[in-house]
């Protein structure tokens, strides 16, 4: 049986260790965000009090990587990648974040909102594919190594199809 990893909290706890901010800008450490208690693999816990960017609006949320030890921490459009045995996240990914897909090889890619996508290897690396559209995407398809659909771009009145094999890095448009 797998240990608990992690408790959403309803809000910052009023004893205890402080909790750690992230990001740890220096403001806005009092206020109240995305609150969430990790525990760590020696019995120990600690608990962060995530923020994001302002005016994104998505649901916060916890996805565990495929196979891996690494969480995604979605807040406000951005992703952190955190192992809970650690205090800080191991990355932040900033991303107006659509959606969320798994792909082989324990990949695990995020669809920017109007752009592109990131791609988040099995081994935590991050990368992004070259911009793609400027007005969003619909139809996204992800099979194997190969994320597909179409894009917009001049305020949707343009629509192209593409294909981009993340294995290659190579784009394919279709007019």
Same mark, same amino acid.
Request: glycine share 6%.
């Given at each position: ?37 990790? &525990? $760590?693999?020696?019995?120990? =816990?600690?608990?962060?009090?995530? #923020?994001?960017?302002?005016?994104? !609006?998505?649901?916060? +949320? *916890? ?11 979605i807040v406000q ?31 695990t890619i995020l669809q920017?909102?109007?752009?592109? &996508? $990131?791609?988040?290897?099995? =081994?935590?690396?991050?990368?992004? #594919?070259?911009?793609?559209?400027? !007005?969003?995407?619909? +139809? *996204? ?35």
């Amino acid at each position: 049986m797998q240990n608990k990893r992690y408790e959403i909290l309803a809000g910052l706890p009023a004893y205890g260790p402080m909790y750690k901010s992230i990001p740890n800008s220096g403001k806005n450490i009092y206020s109240e965000g995305f609150v969430v208690r990790f &525990f $760590k693999d020696d019995g120990t =816990d600690w608990v962060a009090n995530f #923020t994001g960017k302002e005016g994104m !609006d998505r649901q916060p +949320e *916890i996805i565990e990587l495929p196979k891996k030890r690494f969480l995604l921490i979605i807040v406000q459009g951005c992703v952190y990648i955190l192992d809970p045995n650690f205090e800080t996240p191991i990355d932040k990914v900033s991303v107006d974040l659509d959606a969320i897909y798994f792909a082989s090889k324990d990949r695990t890619i995020l669809q920017d909102y109007l752009s592109n &996508f $990131k791609v988040i290897e099995a =081994d935590g690396i991050i990368w992004e #594919t070259e911009s793609i559209s400027n !007005d969003g995407f619909d +139809e *996204i398809k992800v099979e194997d190594n190969i994320v597909s659909g179409k894009a917009y771009n001049e305020m949707g009145s343009s629509a192209f199809e593409f294909s981009n094999n993340i294995d290659s890095k190579e784009l394919t448009r279709k007019t």
